[in-house]
């Protein structure tokens, strides 16, 4: 049955793009000729508007009598778009054009003293009336203001947007002679350090203040201020995420809320890591930020909306989508320990409509690292191109290929000798105990399609494809033991190679309506996913041990033929389906409640090439999730929420019992409330409370690393404040602090009450950054940044701690017109910490002080 209705749903997703197109629809020719400036009678009041002056005329302006706007038209014209709003009896709207404000992509103006009295519903929403502005939307803010908001598909719109209304008409477009505004130069996007809206928390855009989970936004000035290329360097902006894996893997792996994110090993889709919303298991491997223009990150369970994943949190990569007017960007970087990248950033439209849009992606990094012979290469080619097909319907192309090769492969050091001491010395951070000729090649390719229509201004549908193909090859080797000498270490080596395709079909549709006076955002979609691991070879071998005081390399190895002590040769076939359903239901202006709950069920079939076996496992289950948001005022949100998260446990080369039993499924559960309060309109802060407990969690079994076992169940409980925005003009800002207190709660093999392996209580990161705005040095800035993570469990038997530590790091930019030159400092003050630790022999130590110049250009 489940098979037969996993069929039936791939044919819905796939042929619903066809059925949507042919029902597109045109807007509406534009009506009579447009009075503009210079027409009498039109007027431009954005020159000289007349706001309130006095207390009297103040209270003048709130007793008036309410206006009803009766109609919302679209009306194009040589030079832009109008927004006409008509009123009942021609009564004139007080409108004040000095309050009309952007906001990240959208240009907003607010109506006071009037009200929505529309023939076809509450509010007027347009998708896609020109190439570049994604939405416009005219909506009841509150009981007497309307909002009026113009969505740009990835930047505030270039088009002449203007707000017309009786015989006057106002710019909604920043006006370009304003001297403390500086102007966004077309494709840069969202701008400042505070994302207002964010699509991870519902699988919608919405406002991150009316969701009643903790959402933190890295913006893409954060991330270039801070030059980063890895997701490594991005994650250390989030308070407690910390790697739990070693860097050599090239994999994102992180401890959020005291529970790994992210696991490299289970190779069936889940939500931990998601590229544009979309899960993928390639989305965990070789993440370049050639092509990413935010991250998003959800505290939390997100099984809901996107599928199996940890409890901890979700990671979301939002990617750089096409843009309307041209950009031509490269950019070089050069740094320490023979670092060298290019990138280039290329988009614009292709025909003169604008109707087909561009922008291609690419990048090559070749560098070398504080540890010997350790070296990294990585190739980025991401092309984009999206087709306006009507104005209510796009369709958008991606592809992606990576290729990340790693030389001289590390997996850390011993602990006796780093975080505790050795009688023959301290050994050099930069010691590997590899081999030069070790290495790991990936490759992966990845190629979809997002198709969008709507159906009218309430009901839309997306449909969005995306296969992945993968391909792995390496040999690497770990530290087994350290010698009774304190200077030998006795080494494994290993031989992998995998070979897997994912395929991944997720259908979601989107309506508006409302029910009395209570509003639905009603989300209802599915997701289809198969993974097929075509052949993973795994085999172990001998090496000589090495004397990490005296190392002799190149030394020869062998790896143990078929039927030898610990020896995969396997394939998988995993399908998954799951069904979801959300509704956003606004009570009263400042009262909403979340609703939803997903269905999955998953079956897996695994055949062993070496016993010539094969077993199957499957499972199903229900999760829900609410919350409430309650407004006292509108910069104000307090909220509350519980949610659930269901994790099948796949048996792979890395997670099999000792006596080869199948798992039970991981659960989640949480509860949480806080407060998000607007302190401006650019700066923003959160303070959350939560409670999370996970069961049946699979660590390595004490008697044998190479094998697994389910603990029992964890506890994590914390507190996290967030702040991020502008403060003043040019000086922005972006911190946190969380204090977890993350614990076993019950277990069979360790104490009660152990602390969980690399999470820490107390982690506070701040960076800042002020850009002159005026003077012959307009441009120059500086950014100082402080990350504190404490001390950690190195294990779960809490054998040992990972130290706590305190880093600084800083910049110097300079930007002026087309070129933007700058110097990054990282661990600014050389100062010697550990970035993680997997166990007593693979203790990973942070990079020294490094210097990393680059320099752009637009033209």
Known sequence: MVKKLQGLLWAIGMVSGMAASAAAQELPSPGSPVLREGDSPVETLRERPQPATTVKDWVAQIEAVTVQVTAVKL????????????????????????????????????????????PEGQAFSAENPTADIASVQVAQ?????????????????????????????????PAADEPDEEIVVTGEGQRGYRVPNASVGTRTDTPTRDVPFSVQVLPRDLLRDQNVTSINDALKNVPGAVPTLIPSFNNASFNIRGFRTGNFVNLSPNSDILKDGIADPTNLFGVQFTNIERIEVLKGPASVLFGRGTPGGTINLITKQPLSSPLYEVEATVGSFDFYRGAIDFSGPLNESKTILYRL????????????????????????ISFALSDRTKLTLDFEYQEARTDGFSTGLPLVGTILSNPNGKIPRSRNVGEPYFFSDTKIISAGYNFEHKFSDDWSIRNVFRASFYDLDEIRNSVSRLGSDNRTVSRDIFDTITYYNAYTLVTDVTGKFNTGSVEHKLLFGFDLSRVDNTRTFFGDGTIPPLDIFNPIYNQPFSIIPGGGEFRFDQASLTDSLGIYVQDQIKLTENLKLLLGARFDTY??????????????????????????????????????????????????????????????PERGRQYEVGIKADLSNKLSATLAFFDLTRSNVLTDDPNDSRFSIQTGEQNSQGIELNVSGEILPGWNIYGGYTYTNARLTSDTTFPVGNRLQTSPQNAFSLWTSYELQKGDLKGLGFGLGFFYVGDRAGDLANSFMIPSYFRTDASIFYKQDRLRISLNFRNLFNIDYFETAQNRNRIVPGAPFEVQGTISWRF
Do not use: M
């Open 361 to 384: 992606n690419a990048s090559y990094q070749d560098s070398g690292s504080f540890v010997d012979f350790l070296e990294n290469r990585n190739i980025l080619v991401a092309p984009v």
């Open 141 to 173: 803010q509150d009981v007497n203001t309307i909002r009026v908001s113009v969505a740009g598909t990835s930047a505030p719109p270039t088009t002449e947007v203007t707000l017309k209304t009786g015989g006057l008409a106002y710019s909604l477009n």
């Open 75 to 118: 009306e194009r014209s040589e030079t832009g778009l109008d927004i006409v709003l008509e009123t009942a009896e021609g009564k004139p709207l007080q409108v004040d054009a000095t309050k009309f404000r952007a906001e990240g992509n959208r240009l907003i103006a607010e109506i006071p003293n009037a009200v929505l009295a529309l």
């Open 603 to 664: 079956k897996q079939t695994d055949r062993d090439f070496v016993s010539n076996d094969s077993f199957s496992q499957s499972g199903s289950n229900l999760s829900p999730r609410f919350g409430l948001v309650y407004q006292p005022i509108q910069p104000i949100s307090l909220y509350a929420s519980y949610s659930e998260s269901f994790t099948p446990v796949i048996s792979g080369v890395f997670s099999n019992r000792a006596d080869g039993s199948p798992f039970k």
